[in-house]
């Protein structure tokens, strides 16, 4: 083969990935869609997944000359959410994908688990090209894509942010987001509530909570004759649900916590 031919060739294989990559996405949010209402069975080991995705990662950011991190916050006990395994390595995969797409060679991407109010976090940081702030508000819907000079020859259909938000928000999850336009990105997940990996409990801790909640029902039901009336449960507030929430530290602020550790 000539060299036009080998590059006629080429022009026929990335097309194809880009074909491939676009009905596995597509598969995917209909994958999630079909099994939406589904409870979940299985406990998820999240520093675990973060490792393994980390770990496939590892050559591709070392193809742009990558400084690729993953920092398992001090006193992290390993924590599990009851979810499905396969979509949360899908979600926490895409986080690093574009982080790795959309950060110049010689830059430097972490990945951080650590606690917060609570609940377990992942983020996916990167001294990539940002996002400028008058697109940040479409970023999560399907097919969009942000346009600026240093991302328009870069590939992609624009799905999988979508997706990765799908696959949170059915683990009950939140999106976490922060982006500099010439600084960097900050994209996170915070999947339910944490289990720290603990033994079950035992069947006097099972007697002794259930005498305690007989003690807390009689005392109710004692309160309710008195009062004559039933005694409303108290409302919890709702959780608020921005979807670029700011997250410990300004992204200024770990953005050259990253680049300190270069």
């Known amino acids: 083969l000539d060299d036009s031919e080998r590059e006629y060739l080429d022009g026929i294989d990335e097309a194809v990935k880009r074909m491939q990559s676009i009905v596995t996405d597509i598969l995917s949010l209909e994958r999630i869609q079909q099994v939406a209402h589904k409870p979940f069975s299985d406990r998820v080991d999240i520093t675990e997944l973060a490792e393994r995705v980390v770990q496939g990662h590892a050559l591709e950011a070392e193809k742009k000359s990558l400084r690729l991190d993953l920092e398992l916050r001090p006193g992290q006990q390993l924590y599990s959410v009851r979810g499905d395994r396969a979509q949360l390595f899908e979600a926490i995969s895409n986080l690093l ?62 799905l999988g942010l979508h997706l990765v938000k799908n696959i949170v928000e059915r683990h009950k999850g ?74 410990a530290g300004s992204l200024a602020e770990r953005l050259s916590a990253l680049r300190a550790m270069g």
């Not at 010689?106 to 702030?133: C, F, K």
Request: cysteine-free; overall charge negative; hydrophobic content about 25%.
């Open 97 to 158: 994908t574009n982080a790795i797409k959309y950060t110049p060679e010689g830059g430097q991407i972490g990945v951080v688990v650590e606690q917060q109010g609570g609940r377990v976090a992942l983020i996916v940081r990167d001294t990539g090209y940002g996002i400028p702030e008058g697109q940040q508000e479409r970023l999560f819907q399907p097919f969009y894509r942000v346009q600026t000079r240093e991302t328009s020859a870069i590939d992609g259909l624009g």
């Open 174 to 247: 939140r999106m976490i987001f922060e982006s500099t336009y010439g600084e960097g990105s900050l994209f996170g997940t915070r999947p339910g509530s944490p289990r720290p990996a603990q033994p079950e409990p035992t069947p006097s801790d099972d007697t002794d909570a259930d005498e305690t909640a007989a003690q807390e029902n009689h005392t109710a039901a004692a309160v309710e004759r008195r009062n004559g009336t039933p005694q409303p449960d108290a409302e919890q507030p709702d959780e608020p649900k921005p979807e670029n929430r700011p997250v």
